[in-house]
Nanobody, 124 residues
């Protein structure tokens, strides 16, 4: 089992940047595929980005490609999401998740563990 804690959210102006972190407990972090999802009020939780065990495989939602970068540091049991050129439509609660999958899934039903989320608000 793994416990996940997100941090780094906040209020930022459009065009600004934030870096989210997801700290994982346990010594098997490197065995999990990790992902970021987000959920805006009244909307379904949607995929943002995911990264494989070693960090060499990554998937991004089209809406964030070329603006967001997912990464991980297995020595620190931490995953990151660097978000640049933020837009008001990026406003949402951001959640990290861990998956036992051997692939790098983009749908939430593949993920086994979830954090509590961190809020990102982008003002226009």
């Amino acid at each position: 089992q793994v416990q996940l804690v997100e941090s780094g959210g906040g209020l930022v102006q459009a065009g600004g940047s934030l870096r989210l972190s997801c700290a994982a407990s346990g010594r098997t972090f490197r065995h999990y595929v990790m992902g970021w999802f987000r959920q805006a009020p009244g909307k379904e939780r949607e995929f943002v980005a995911a990264i494989g065990w070693s960090g060499s495989s990554r998937n991004y939602a089209n809406s964030v490609k070329d603006r967001f970068t997912i990464s991980r540091d297995n020595a620190k049991n931490t995953m990151y999401l660097q978000m640049n050129s933020l837009k008001p439509e990026d406003t949402a609660g951001y959640y990290c998740a861990a998956s036992y999958s051997e692939l790098v899934p983009t749908t939430r039903n593949w993920y086994d563990y979830w954090g509590q989320g961190t809020q990102v608000t982008v003002s226009s």
